[in-house]
């Protein structure tokens, strides 16, 4: 197909030239939005008069065609085109001639491509942030299970404070939740029409720009051409936005591959969620979420890649720009297949109990509520925190946890220990009593299902 450029040039672009400078194996995806936008254009060109009706009705029936036969396989999108709006413009030409060329009339490439991809992101955040929403609720119906399972908390790795899991669980929803709002608010920010920049400086025919924003669902168009096609920050919001997402994902299979391990053996991953090993018969490898926790640093990289490529570009357009496409296509696409196993392989996990409880159990995670109950007894925090160091060391010494020391071992340190300690020292009491609000006890718990339920 000739190229739509060719009438300043004498000689035609070099073979190798012009596959390196060619996008459209990855622009093509796009097609269904460039056709959209194409269709609003010529109906707000005959709108304003600058062709006619009869010329825009021609135009918009040939490119719903256009694009039927796409979908349904009938027309092949031919790759040695440079970008998909050449190729659509192409073949619009080619089946309605000389009135196809008017398609083009008051538009540039520049805001044409701004447009498409601002269409196209649009869209595929409504699939991520439904994805999302599925992870939430995958994470919920486990933690709705599993409210009263006990497990040690950690910091630095290490048994800190008995926990419920569904405390645990949820933090990650709040997580998630917030990666909805993230999402959102730049999906808003983003959602301004560029179509009308033209090329930088606008155009000199009498355009409605608001007319084309409104049938396309933007909030309005762009306040500067300039800053229309040169104005990538919503690619750099989404792919920051995503990142954050699979850094989420990422922390919580780094601890469902720890919990998998032996040495834990809190979770067993579904067999559908694992593959073993060539060699070793035994293996049960949690490959997912080892790959989602792999396939983090790739969106990451796309991120820093395009912040570079962005970083010295003067106004308006540039080509690098068209380096923008490749890096967040690749984010959604390892962003959304991530979301998709991620869900099911937490909802069909079995939940190991006892071995959280056992684990529960060693480490002296209750320390913390011992020196509590110093406290309510009158003695200074720092006083009752040292006082109770020194009874962990005393029990490490002697092989001893602090629910099986005898009262009378407690009370050579303290008179102020009476019987009622070892209630106050129960793993459940540990757990259920911190009602503070956003705690792990049963109630706040609750309190935290139902917030997350009804922010979905």
Known sequence: ????????????????ADEFNASIRFDSRMFRQDIAGSIVHAEMLAKQGIISQEESEKIVENLSEILAEIEDGKLEIDFSCEDIHMFVEGELTRRIGEVGKKLHTARSRNDQV??????????????????????????????ERHIDTILPGYTHLQRAQPISFAQHLLAYCAMFQRDEERISDAVRRMNVSPIGSCALAGTTYDTDRAFEAEKLGFREPCMNSIDGVSDRDFCLELMSAFAITMMHLSRFCEEIILWSSWEFGFVELDDSFTTGSSIMPQKKNADMAELIRGKTGRVYGHLVALLTTLKGLPLAYNKDMQEDK?????????????????APMVETMTVRKEKMLAAAKEGFINATDLADYLTKKGMPFRTAYKLTGEIVAHCIENGKDLESLSLEDYRAFSPQFEADLYEEIALETCVNKRISQGGTGRQSVLRQ???????R
């Open 449 to 455: 299902l139902e917030i997350v339920k009804n922010r």
């Open 1 to 16: 197909m000739e190229k739509l450029w060719t009438g300043r040039f004498k000689r035609p672009l070099n073979e190798v």
């Open 326 to 342: 490749e890096g967040i296509f690749d984010s959604i696409d390892t962003l959304k297949m991530s979301l998709r196993v991620f």
């Open 114 to 143: 701004a447009l498409d991809l601002r269409l196209y992101l649009r869209d595929e955040c409504e699939e991520i942030l439904d994805l999302l929403r599925e992870v939430v609720k995958a994470v919920v119906g486990v933690a």
